[in-house]
């Protein structure tokens, strides 16, 4: 059986929206962004870091994003639809896309801390400039990337690629905007049109999150 601890909004958005483009059947604990629930000592002992996303199956735990994609796709894609193995022509572009989305959300995950949790007296104008323009340029490699001709990241076609790269571009939209992307700007409403993204947006399983409700 496998578990996904997760939390609206948050990188966890890749690996449940890659669990529905699989097909997967799957648990899914949804968790407050709160310290209380993710600091926990029952979830500390699923993530060492209380973070999320974590995938546990069949026991074993997995965590960070690009792991856990890799993984997935590699056990549950014997066809390949979505992930590229070894010996594929595309395998290293795959991983260097699939890694490039941690880059991309870092920046997006530094302005989240100065948003929600970091008290308001204490948030630094300076950091907030700083991390908007770091995301600003990562950001510029994808639509550069996107500018030469792709509709996806790869060009074969859709991958477990664009459910990270498409949703750190989706979270990253919600502080720098997208209007100096175009090709971006496209690509996102591809992505947000596709029935795995609309069923992993509007999935509100609730179940007991250690350390509390969530």
């Given amino acids: 059986m496998i578990t996904l601890y997760h939390s609206t909004r948050s990188r966890s958005m890749r690996s449940l929206w890659l669990l529905n483009e699989l097909g997967l059947d799957f648990e899914l604990v949804t968790m407050p962004l709160e310290m209380k629930i993710l600091r926990a000592p029952e979830y ?3 993530h060492p870091l209380g973070r999320v996303p974590c995938l546990v199956d069949d026991g074993r735990p997995i965590f960070e994003s690009g792991a856990i994609a890799q993984y997935l796709c590699e056990t549950y894609d014997p066809e390949h639809r979505l992930g590229r193995p070894p010996g594929h022509p595309e395998r290293a572009e795959f991983l260097q896309w699939i890694h490039f989305a941690e880059t991309i959300a870092v920046h997006g995950a530094s302005l989240v801390q100065q948003r929600v949790f970091i ?8 950091v907030h400039k700083l991390e908007s323009k770091r995301l600003e340029k990562a950001v510029g490699v994808v639509e550069r990337h996107l500018a030469t001709g792709f509709e996806h990241m790869l060009a074969s076609g859709f991958s477990a690629v664009d459910t990270s790269i498409g949703w750190s571009c989706i979270l990253g939209r919600t502080f720098i905007g997208l209007d100096a992307f175009p090709h971006i700007r496209a690509y996102v409403g591809r992505m947000e049109a596709r029935p795995a993204f609309q069923a992993a947006l509007a999935d509100t399983r609730l179940a007991q ?3 509390g409700s969530g």
């Fill in 44 to 46: 500390l002992a699923v």
């Fill in 119 to 126: 008290a308001e007296n204490e948030r630094s104008p300076a």
């Fill in 209 to 211: 999150a250690p350390g």
